[in-house]
């Protein structure tokens, strides 16, 4: 499992996928695809990994004032 999943829904349908694995934001819908260009999802990539480290840092801060491990 990936540590970190952003999924991006409309109407309950799945438009797009990040993950701590693949480091990649991917449409998930053929018109999606259509529509926007690389440059579109390499910025949404650099937009999803910044908020993969805040919320990785937050989780540190929440551990510590919680006094939780692992």
Do not use: C
């Amino acid at each position: 499992f990936p540590e970190f999943v952003i999924v991006g829904l409309v109407d309950e349908v799945q438009m797009f996928h990040y993950d701590s694995n693949t480091m990649k934001t991917e449409p998930k819908q053929d018109w999606m695809e259509k529509i926007t260009d690389q440059q579109y999802w390499e910025s949404q990539t650099q937009r999803a990994q910044g908020d993969q480290q805040v919320f990785k840092a937050d989780i540190e801060i929440l551990k510590q004032r919680f006094n939780q491990t692992g």
